[in-house]
């Protein structure tokens, strides 16, 4: 088992960043591919942006591309989103997801999930 918590969500204004953390705990994280998913009222999941075991490889959903960056940091056990030049369309409930090995972007190859941080930006 792998639990993953969010932090980091909160009310900004467009324009405006925020960095969100998703702490891990349980098995070993660095044999994990990470993603950060986003799901918006009304609306289905959607990706956002993945990150490879060791961070060598990254990949982002076109929406966000040139805006957000994931990294990671293997001896603190914890994945980040980067979050600049938000738009009040990037409002949503923000998920990371952990799977073994090889990061993907449908979140249904995703075995572990956490509970969500909300992000609001206001126009």
């Known amino acids: 088992q792998v639990q993953l918590v969010e932090s980091g969500g909160g009310l900004v204004q467009a324009g405006g960043s925020l960095r969100l953390s998703c702490a891990a705990s349980g098995r070993t994280f660095s044999n994990y591919a990470m993603g950060w998913f986003r799901q918006a009222p009304g609306k289905e999941r959607e990706f956002v942006a993945a990150i490879s075991w060791n961070g060598g490889n990254t990949d982002y959903a076109v929406s966000v591309k040139g805006r957000f960056t994931v990294s990671r940091d293997n001896a603190k056990n914890t994945v980040y989103l980067q979050m600049n030049s938000l738009k009040p369309e990037d409002t949503a409930v923000y998920y990371c997801?952990?799977?073994?090995?090889?990061?993907?972007?449908?979140?249904?190859?995703?075995?572990?999930w956490g509970q969500g941080t909300q992000v609001t930006v206001s126009s």
């Open positions: 997801a952990a799977r073994l090995f090889a990061m993907a972007t449908r979140g249904g190859l995703y075995e572990y």
